[in-house]
């Protein structure tokens, strides 16, 4: 089956997850489509198939030479709740010239807003109508992973067993929550859910999440002189200590304090912090001025300020720094189809990250697709079918080392 026309197939079924549903998956449309999926892998006469219908985890191996490594390929089925995912229409534009698209009377996809339109001259352009996202994010990814299967199923090619894996609500941070290990256990695996065409990510944030809760002490304005403890006051004072390395004011690998809710009064204030940082030891760092910060102010203000800190995630660099022949590997995959390679830190983390500290180093791939999670989404044709072949060089590549050679850092 044509790439195109698996992609068409699964934007089709809408698979928007829902943050405000307690249920796993949180939506029943990505059931429809791991179901699909299952199906597909069944035709391709795929040797192992495992569904976790009650989780909604499709995981497959397509087998090979077990002297070769094991690569691994994960995307999700879900898409972002930011914007519709129901009655896609999508618009195929060939041979796209650059200009203004009218998605519809009122939106407009323009090269001035988003001048990435400008690499795509001559290209077969897929966008939507303006009123829903496209769904790339991550459909695109399962296309590529699903055409990259059926190459190999139909290739006399020597490659070593090859897992994939579809995952649920990986847009609500929900996507590896009840991902099974026992059915995913490749040597290597890599997320296929980036932007463009060549990307290849393997650091991302250390990540971690701030409560603070300020208990002051309220009084008659006209008789506070000693007795007053403004909770609000305090906040301000929190937030005004803090450097001003705030979302707004860093890009690439630079770390934040991102000052996500603020709320209260004179009695009780109540302050949220996301911190993030590229490197482990700066990460500590900040974590650490927000703690000097509140020891002296609760000096001062009589033990009224409750710090809370939690770690999210890590960076995944911290796991696959060790993995010489995973990255050299992937930039040789990615070079060997003509694509430069675009190596890029993500500033956010990825169901990778997780899946890296359990073992299995996993970085995250590009799909081709652009503006996620917007009615300004869009791919390419041959922005996909150029990741497929990534995809399937990446297999050949690992397919000429040894399982030593790939492993020479740890596990076995
Ligand atoms: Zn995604």
């Known amino acids: 089956m044509e790439l195109l026309e698996r992609f068409l197939e699964y934007i089709a079924i809408d698979t928007t997850s829902n943050s405000k549903k307690n249920t796993n998956p949180s939506t029943k449309g990505q059931l429809i489509l791991a179901k699909k999926l299952v199906m597909e892998l069944k035709k391709l006469n795929i040797n192992k198939i495992y569904f976790d219908e009650k989780n909604c985890y499709v995981y497959a191996v397509l087998e090979g030479d077990k ?8 995307s999700h089925l879900d898409t972002s709740e930011n914007a519709i995912g129901k009655n896609i229409k999508p618009q195929i534009i060939k041979n796209y010239d650059v200009k203004d698209i009218m998605l ?38 399962i296309a590529e992973i699903m055409s990259m299967l059926e190459y190999f199923v ?20 929900l996507g590896t929550l009840n991902f099974n290990k026992e059915f ?9 859910d980036g932007s463009s065409v ?14 603070i809760e300020i208990n002051g002490i309220s009084t008659h304005c006209g008789n506070a002189k000693n007795i007053m403890i403004n909770a609000c006051h305090i906040a301000t004072i929190i937030n005004s200590l803090l450097p001003n390395e705030i979302p707004a004011n860093t890009d690439g690998r630079q770390g934040f304090y991102h000052l996500e809710e603020i709320n209260g009064n004179v009695s009780k204030a109540h302050l949220k912090y996301l911190i993030r940082d590229f490197d482990k030891e700066s990460f500590t760092k900040r974590k650490e001025l927000l703690e000097q910060i509140v020891n002296v102010l609760n000096r001062k203000y009589n033990d009224c300020i409750k710090l809370d800190i939690k770690d999210t995630y890590y960076n995944m660099y911290d796991v696959i720094k060790e993995e ?30 997780k899946i890296s500290y359990e073992g299995i180093p996993c970085p995250n791939l590009g799909t081709g697709g652009h503006n996620f999670h917007s009615i300004y989404e869009y791919v390419t044709v041959e922005d996909m079918n150029n990741t497929r072949d990534i995809l399937i060089s990446i297999v050949k590549e690992f397919s000429k080392n040894n399982k030593k050679q790939i492993l020479r850092n740890k596990r076995i």
């Not at 002297?67 to 994960?74: A, T």
């Not at 001259?121 to 496209?134: N, S, W």
């Not at 010489?324 to 990250?353: F, H, M, Q, Y």
């Open 67 to 74: 002297k070769l490594p094991k690569l691994g390929f994960i």
């Open 154 to 173: 139909n290739s006399t090619e020597t490659h070593g067993d090859i897992y994939v894996c579809f995952t649920p609500d990986e847009e609500l941070g």
């Open 104 to 141: 519809n009377n009122k939106k407009t996809l323009s090269p001035e807003i988003y001048p990435d339109l400008k690499n795509h001259i001559g290209k077969t352009l897929i966008t939507t109508d303006g009123t829903t996202l496209l769904g790339a994010d991550d459909k695109a990814g």
């Open 184 to 192: 995913f256990t490749p040597d290597i695996a890599y997320t296929v």
């Open 324 to 353: 010489d022949t995973l990255i050299t590997g992937t930039i040789n995959a990615i070079k060997s189809v003509n694509i430069e390679p675009l190596i890029l830190p993500i500033r956010g983390g990825t169901d990778g990250t």
């Open 198 to 211: 060549g990307e290849f990510s393997y650091e991302n944030f250390n990540a971690a999440s701030v409560t």
